[in-house]
Each structure stands twice: as structure tokens, then as C-alpha cells.
């Protein structure tokens, strides 16, 4: 009975580190967050939404929720990352396409929505302010940096990765806070319009040297 016992836990141990089960533990712990807030998203209430058992939860991503948070936090970050980089590209050949396509997505994108949530939490949950922060110190500040010599924005005159990227993140957050009081996504989606069209203005007129941003 002993063995039997044993070979049940590894299978079952097996099976919360699954890459479906991560993926339903990413999916529900956003979607609580987006329903409930951070402070509403418990872990019983994710691993309920998930299907799965708190335990499942420990053995994909540790015992605390920061633990899951900071994980699903990361998640989300890496993909934004890549999203900035294929956004930024065609920038570089003057094509707005996938920007203007990617910030109607992500204002209304529940986990753009965690991320505001989580970004206010860290204000006054020192442990999940530290976590998060030592997550983008460690990680995104390494990479922004060989993305800027990869494109090569640092060039005077363009605009580099980094200061896209926050330029997008703080656009994007700012939509989600205003389309969450006000769903409406015509109006939004015109915003954003507005926001790149403008941008694309601004950057014609620095590559035809027309505007000094020096200045």
C-alpha cells in the first residue's frame, strides 16, 4: 500500500506541473484578479476557478500566493516583451500596423487589466513589491538594454525600446482605467487612432529633420 500511495503522489504531483495545468492555473489567476481584484483573488478562489487543488498550485508555482502572482505577473510581461519587439520592428520600417492593432487588444485584455491591479498592490504589499521588482531588475532591464543595441534605437534622434515600450505601457494602462469605467471600445479604439496617427507624425517629421528632439 505504501509503494501505491507513492507512485499516486508522483503521478498526481506530475500532473499539477503539466503545461495545461499552468496554463488554467495563468488563465484563472488573471481572470480572478479581473473579476475580483487583487485583494479578492485568494488562492482557493483561483484553484476553485481552475479546477484544480491549492496543492496543484504549490507544486506549479510555490506555497504563497506572491509566489503565484509574481509568476503569473512574469507571464504576462514576457509576452508583452515580445509583443513591444514585433511592435517596435515595424516601427523601424515606418509600418504602425501591429502597434495600433496591439494597444485595441490590450486595453480591454483582462490581463492588462492584473497588471494595473497588480502595479497598485505593490504600493503598500512590500513582499510582492520586492518580488516583482527584483523580477523586472533581474530580467527586463537586462533585456531592454540588448534590444536597444539590437535595433539600433540608440542612435540620436531615436526613439529607443525602452522609451517605446513604457510609452505603450502607460497608454495601454491609462485606456484600461478609463474603458473600465467607461466600456466603450469605439471611443477607445478612436483614442488610440488619435495617440498612433500623432506618433507617426511626430516620428516623419525627426527622420526628415523637421523636428529636433533635443529641443
Not at 50 to 78: K, M, N, P, S, Y
Not at 190 to 199: Q, T
Request: charged letters at 30%.
Amino acid at each position: 500500500m505504501k509503494f501505491v500511495k507513492l507512485a499516486n503522489d508522483e503521478g498526481s504531483s506530475r500532473s499539477a506541473r503539466s503545461p495545461e495545468t499552468h496554463g488554467r492555473l495563468i488563465t484563472a489567476t488573471i481572470d480572478v484578479v479581473f473579476e475580483h481584484g487583487y485583494a479578492g483573488a485568494t488562492m482557493a478562489v483561483i484553484a476553485e476557478r481552475a479546477g484544480v487543488t491549492r496543492g496543484a498550485i504549490q507544486h506549479c508555482f510555490g506555497d504563497t500566493r506572491v509566489d503565484l502572482i509574481t509568476a503569473v505577473c512574469a507571464d504576462i510581461l514576457e509576452r508583452r516583451q515580445r509583443q513591444y519587439l514585433s511592435a517596435m520592428t515595424e516601427f523601424s520600417q515606418a509600418d504602425f500596423s501591429i502597434a495600433r492593432a496591439g494597444i485595441k487588444a490590450a486595453y480591454r485584455d483582462p490581463a492588462t487589466w492584473f497588471l494595473v491591479e497588480v502595479w497598485i498592490a505593490s504600493k503598500s504589499d512590500a513582499i510582492l513589491k520586492e518580488r516583482v521588482d527584483a523580477y523586472l531588475t533581474s530580467e527586463h532591464y537586462l533585456a531592454d538594454e540588448s534590444l536597444e543595441r539590437m535595433l539600433g534605437t540608440t542612435e540620436p534622434g531615436a526613439i529607443g525600446f525602452r522609451e517605446y515600450k513604457y510609452f505603450m505601457r502607460a497608454l495601454t494602462r491609462g485606456l484600461a482605467l478609463e474603458y473600465s469605467r467607461r466600456p466603450d471600445p469605439e471611443l477607445f479604439d478612436r483614442v488610440v487612432d488619435l495617440v498612433i496617427d500623432a506618433l507617426s507624425f511626430y516620428l516623419d517629421r525627426v527622420k526628415n529633420g523637421n523636428l529636433d528632439r533635443s529641443e
